[in-house]
């Protein structure tokens, strides 16, 4: 679903713990490629927005996974 969002775009998920194991998932995954905002954090329900930014290139640390075409 992530891959698919246009840039500005963002989803949210609602989860009965903290979703801290996808957040790092996505670090691994897409590194710079996304906002990860709490809207919601517990004690019994985790909501979080997910948003697909830019990739950062001019910061020289480039993903590697789009050949340098932001």
């Given amino acids: 679903a992530f891959r698919a969002l246009a840039v500005g775009d963002a989803?949210?998920?609602v989860n009965d713990h903290?979703?801290?194991p996808l957040h790092q998932q996505f670090?691994?995954?897409?590194?710079g490629?996304?906002?990860?905002?709490?809207?919601e954090?517990?004690?019994t329900r985790w909501q979080v927005s997910i948003k697909k930014i830019a990739r950062r290139h001019a910061?020289?640390?480039?993903?590697?996974?789009?050949?340098?075409e932001a």
């Fill in 41 to 43: 954090s517990g004690p």
């Fill in 33 to 39: 490629q996304f906002a990860w905002d709490y809207v």
């Fill in 27 to 31: 670090q691994a995954q897409a590194p």
């Fill in 11 to 13: 989803f949210d998920i």
């Fill in 18 to 20: 903290d979703p801290m």
């Fill in 59 to 68: 910061s020289g640390n480039c993903c590697g996974q789009c050949g340098g």
